[in-house]
């Protein structure tokens, strides 16, 4: 059965291995890469693990020189380096290693999980012939994959590496496999290990879970073992928070059941286009708007523990919206996001009450939608999809069908208002603020900016439409 290889992958293989033939060194393809072939699974960028006996960073500092590769040397002491290719729209990331021990068997012995444990020679897999001599599988790692099993190479893994903790659960999450009981119990035992490595490495995994379509299930069983609390600690302050007779749980699972809410909710709208487009517009880095949404769905009610105060018998949360943003904003900073991810972020989780609001009037009027767009700008559309999933995670005895009705009615409107402003050209101020400077005798200053605000709003919803009536309309908001 023929390996597909794709011809850019094939021809960056067949350079690689030429290379190291006339250097007479063996290269292994190790890790993901294998595993992947044997999935059928693809990748945009795809990544090459590659091991040797030694020398790796000499060797792939020539080689770089070679392919006019970037090159990074990731640990110099333990012999491991990167090159980056661009081939047309992908870029290639081909990590070089020394083995971790005297022979291929040993190297292998220290990587994460079995499924990872899979190699092949260079010139093998060229060959493009599927046979079981062509494996190097010395620790069960076919087996596994046809068992869809998360299971460790060997019991020091998580010694080694703390963060193989989440990567066991971001494999799981990716793949639909199951995680080996074992791995389980050291994950639990081990968590606090988690302590020790770097924000970057473990928002990368995190943020891998969120992307795939079932994190929910991940969460829910990082949080049981004790292993969430150490990606995002302040969820510490929801547990065993009780919430009013609209809820049924309390904060910390209601956040999580929102996150599962959401992500039915995307199945009900996987043939809406603009929706998925709007969704898989990348934030930062490879991280899409997608993932974001799922982390804006967990801490939607962050704020809550700190909010929370009796008035006389009923339990209220006023203002827990506010302090969740600026919660919201030191998780984002510990992460490592960037600003425009913080600040997406930030709006999520400050406005999402606002669309439970406008679902109490049976009707929205224009100045109503023109203020909740321009308040919520490129992130209306997530507030909405995260205001319907926190709507679904409530069923409290309070709680009514017909209000479910209204509220769903109003997103989805505001939903289509959304695309359909999106669409529309800005219109052109009427006056500008050297008008108002020049016709009102008026210094620079932000009374300038709020004129202008208003203005906006009366020519979005139709109350003025000229020069004139826009000059009128500036004055009486001076006077009053």
Avoid at 118 to 144: C, N, P, Q, S
Wanted: aromatic share 8%; charged share 30%.
């Amino acid at each position: 059965m023929p390996l597909s290889l794709g011809p850019e992958t094939q021809k960056l293989l067949q350079s690689v291995y030429r290379f190291s033939k006339n250097k007479k060194v063996k290269l292994y393809l190790v890790g993901g890469y294998p595993r992947d072939l044997l999935l059928k699974r693809k990748k945009n960028n795809p990544d090459l693990d590659f091991c040797l006996k030694n020398n790796a960073v000499n060797f792939g500092r020539h080689l770089a020189r070679e392919l006019k590769a970037g090159l990074v040397v990731l640990d110099k002491e333990h012999g491991c380096c990167r090159l980056v290719k661009k081939i047309k729209d992908k870029f290639y990331t081909l990590d070089f290693s020394d083995w971790r021990g005297p022979t291929l068997k040993d190297d292998l012995l220290h990587r994460d999980f079995t499924i990872n444990t899979l190699a092949v020679a260079l010139e093998d897999i060229l060959t493009g012939k599927w046979h079981d001599d062509f494996w190097i599988d010395f620790y069960g790692a076919r087996k596994d994959l046809k068992s869809r099993l998360i299971r460790l190479v060997n019991s020091r893994a998580f010694d080694e590496d703390p963060l193989r903790i989440l990567r066991a659960f971001s494999l799981a999450a990716i793949f639909g496999f199951k995680i080996e009981p074992e791995a389980l119990r050291l994950a639990k035992a081990k968590a606090k290990k988690l302590k020790t490595v770097s924000w970057e490495r473990i928002r990368d995994e995190l943020f891998k879970v969120l992307e795939t379509s079932n994190s929910w299930g991940s969460l829910l069983e990082m949080d049981k073992l004790g292993v969430l609390k150490f990606i995002i600690p302040e969820i510490e302050l929801m547990r065993g928070v009780n919430q009013g007779p609209y809820h049924h749980l309390n904060v910390l699972k209601h956040s999580l059941e929102t996150v599962r809410q959401f992500e039915m909710l995307l199945g009900e709208l996987k043939h809406r286009r603009e929706i998925n487009t709007y969704l898989n517009e990348i934030i930062s880095a490879e991280r899409t708007r997608y993932s974001l949404i799922k982390l804006g769905a967990l801490l939607h009610d962050i704020g809550k523990p700190q909010a929370k105060r009796r008035l006389g018998r009923k339990t209220i949360f006023h203002g827990h919206e506010r302090i969740g943003s600026h919660i919201s904003e030191e998780v984002c900073w510990r992460l490592r996001l960037s600003n425009d991810e913080w600040r997406a972020l930030q709006k999520m989780v400050f406005w999402h009450l606002r669309p439970g609001y406008l679902g109490d009037n049976e009707e929205l009027s224009r100045r109503a939608i023109f203020r909740y767009l321009r308040d919520t700008a490129g992130e209306a559309v997530s507030v909405l999809l995260i205001s319907l999933a926190d709507q679904r995670a409530t069923r409290g005895p309070l709680t009514t069908k017909a209000s479910r009705i209204q509220h769903e009615k109003t997103c989805h409107q505001l939903i289509a208002e959304y695309f359909k402003k999106k669409k529309e050209k800005r219109p052109v101020r009427l006056i500008t603020g050297d008008d108002l400077i020049r016709e009102f005798k008026l210094a620079p200053s932000p009374l300038i900016g709020k004129v202008l605000a208003e203005l906006e709003e009366l020519q979005a919803i139709g109350k003025i439409q000229t020069r004139k009536e826009a000059l009128k309309a500036a004055q009486k908001y001076l006077q009053g």
